[in-house]
Nanobody, 121 residues
Framework: QVRLVESGGGLAQPGGSLRLSCAAS????????MTWARQVPGKGPEWLSG????????VYAESVKGRFTISRDNAKNTLYLRMTSLKPEDTAVYFC??????????????WGQGIQVTVSS
């Protein structure tokens, strides 16, 4: 079965950086587009970024464009999110997700369990 496990979260200072990883298993990772999203308790989920199955193109939400970088290593079945210039408002639970196909125009059909990122001095 599809399994997505996030890691790399934790506490960062404002202006600092973190790199999240998402280890994928149970499916052919290189055949699916992937995504990152986040959620703050009491608010709806916020889509952050998507990457095509072969990594050839990426898309970002305006809120993180220029600060966050999505990437993937298909040989390692791993998705990444490099977060820089972190702000307190980036505090949230971060989730990785698997699209239904090679592009990001389809549905996200699976999500990881999420990992907490806290930005505070």
């Amino acid at each position: 079965q599809v399994r997505l496990v996030e890691s790399g979260g934790g506490l960062a200072q404002p202006g600092g950086s973190l790199r999240l990883s998402c280890a994928a298993s149970g499916f052919s990772f290189s055949n699916y587009a992937m995504t990152w999203a986040r959620q703050v308790p009491g608010k709806g989920p916020e889509w952050l970024s998507g990457i095509l199955s072969d990594g050839s193109d990426t898309v970002y939400a305006e809120s993180v464009k220029g600060r966050f970088t999505i990437s993937r290593d298909n040989a390692k079945n791993t998705l990444y999110l490099r977060m820089t210039s972190l702000k307190p408002e980036d505090t949230a639970v971060y989730f990785c997700g698997k699209y239904s196909g090679v592009g990001i125009e389809g549905q996200v059909e699976s999500w990881g369990q999420g990992i907490q990122v806290t930005v505070s001095s």
